[in-house]
């Protein structure tokens, strides 16, 4: 990412680059605002952001700007770089994240409905941080959707998880 961004530095005078985590959960995983502006130099320094907000968060700030909605791009494991494969757990979280927030899933190349992304989503999941995720999703959907079946099938999938006998 910093190599990207130094080739751009004739037109900018810094660089970001998104957190990878929020700092509630305290790991220094991936982008963290420790190593991140060592990537940098004196003459373009890069500058972390966005750790005050976990990955829903980010995606409610991006609810009034249809075009970085449409152009959002999460995977990394997908065969064609420049595009979601839609099916990896990046993906289903985002996937799922938007149908959350009402949100269109113009950044993949089909739709999919909540019952789909779920009977896709793994059983477990490799890290802390996708963990994270689907808790904060099952938590905003029983504010938004309680009571939905596909709500009801997350919690009991994911109860095991967080060591939660009821939600």
């Known amino acids: 990412?910093?190599?990207?961004?130094?080739?751009?530095?004739s037109k900018f005078g810094s660089g970001i680059i998104s957190s990878t985590l929020p700092d509630t959960?305290?790991?220094?995983?991936?982008?963290?605002?420790?190593?991140?502006?060592?990537?940098g130099s004196r003459f373009f320094p890069i500058n972390h952001y966005g750790d005050e907000a976990a990955r829903l968060e980010k995606f409610r700030q991006l609810i009034n700007w249809q075009e970085g909605l449409d152009h959002l791009r999460v995977c990394?494991?997908?065969?064609?770089?420049?595009?979601?494969?839609?099916?990896?757990?990046k993906c289903l979280t985002t996937r799922l994240s938007l149908?959350?927030?009402?949100?269109?899933?113009?950044?993949?190349?089909?739709?999919?409905?909540?019952?789909?992304?779920?009977?896709?989503?793994?059983?477990?999941?490799?890290?802390?941080?996708?963990?994270h995720d689907i808790k904060q999703i099952i938590?905003?959907?029983?504010?938004?959707?309680?009571?939905?079946?596909?709500l009801q099938t997350m919690e009991r999938r994911y109860?095991?998880?967080?060591?939660?006998k009821s939600w």
Request: proline share 4%.
């Open 1 to 9: 990412i910093a190599g990207s961004l130094a080739l751009l530095q």
């Open 25 to 39: 959960m305290q790991s220094f995983w991936g982008s963290n605002p420790t190593t991140d502006p060592l990537l």
């Open 76 to 89: 990394w494991e997908g065969q064609e770089h420049d595009r979601n494969c839609g099916h990896c757990n």
């Open 99 to 131: 149908l959350l927030l009402g949100l269109e899933q113009n950044c993949f190349d089909d739709m999919m409905t909540a019952d789909e992304i779920i009977a896709e989503l793994p059983d477990t999941f490799r890290g802390r941080m996708e963990n």
């Open 139 to 150: 938590e905003e959907a029983r504010i938004r959707f309680p009571g939905a079946a596909w």
């Open 159 to 164: 109860a095991y998880l967080f060591n939660i």
